[in-house]
């Protein structure tokens, strides 16, 4: 594969969001992602299923469902992030898998990982990939529906994915600072591009404004209770709250840079 080619996870709210995002003919935000030709794009099984659970109205589970019938995106079950794992650790690839799995889990909450999976670090035949992968199940079926094991298990696969690929890993995630705060959190910070920064990408790459509006309205009149994104000042002190309309013209007013995080912040 090309030196400079991205890895790039898509995660649940991402996913719900820019499919709510599009036009009068249906074509999406998560499309337009789609043309990015330098990433390689991955989701984890337990995305899929979560966005299934969701009963979502539109449902972008068929949309994903195509995406990965085509090679388009890569889904990643455990068992084929234990066998990249093995591929550089050996008979230690469940255990750096817990290690993984216990950094995802504290990233969000420090007793997570000790609730639900800390049987898992008792068991006597860990390197046995198959009694492992059973017992796993077992854990993952005991979390709630609503405790989020979606996001907890693409940070395992984002940074299975940093070991394979170092810093040419992204995670297209959501506008929520807090989510996107964890995913900084992480040991080796990750390059984020929230939905925003799509847009601003899109601005980039030439797009005109009057062919995104469309997409951006659509998305703003499905989240009716946010009326404001929260963007960085100049100088990088705090977080201003500025009305949604505002955000999109000033994306195209070129007045923001994205930041890694994900972020946006005022330049001018």
């Not at 390689?40 to 195509?66: A, G, Q, T, V, Y």
């Not at 390197?127 to 693409?154: I, R, Y």
């Amino acid at each position: 594969m090309e030196m400079d080619k991205k890895y790039a996870l898509l995660d649940t709210d991402f996913l719900y969001k820019s499919h709510l995002a599009r036009n009068a003919k249906n074509h999406t935000l998560t499309d337009f992602v789609m043309e990015f030709a330098e990433y390689e794009f991955f989701c984890h099984e337990m995305i899929k299923k979560e966005l299934s659970r969701h009963e979502l109205n539109p449902d972008p589970n068929p949309w994903l469902e195509e995406k990965i019938k085509a090679g388009k995106v890569k889904l990643y079950s455990d068992r084929e992030i234990i066998s990249e794992l093995g591929k550089i650790y050996g008979e230690e690839a469940t255990s750096v898998y817990l290690e993984l799995l216990e950094t995802s889990c504290d990233t969000f909450n420090v007793n997570f990982y000790k609730q639900y999976y800390g049987s898992l670090n008792e068991m006597e035949n860990l390197n046995d990939v198959e009694a492992f992968l059973a017992a796993l199940k077992d854990c993952d079926d005991n979390v709630p529906h609503k405790k989020g094991l979606g996001e907890k298990k693409t940070y395992v696969l984002i940074q299975m994915m940093e070991v394979l690929y170092g810093n040419r890993v992204y995670i297209f995630c959501s506008d929520d600072f807090k989510a996107r705060q964890s995913i900084a959190s992480l040991e080796t910070p990750v390059h984020c591009i929230s939905i925003l920064g799509v847009f601003y990408k899109l601005m980039k790459m030439g797009k005109k404004k009057s062919e995104m509006q469309e997409y951006y309205d659509h998305l703003s009149a499905f989240l009716k209770k946010q009326t404001e994104y929260k963007v960085w000042s100049i100088s990088g002190h705090q977080r201003d709250s500025v009305p949604i309309k505002q955000v999109f013209d000033e994306i195209y007013d070129e007045k923001f840079q994205m930041l890694r995080n994900g972020d946006l912040q005022y330049i001018k």
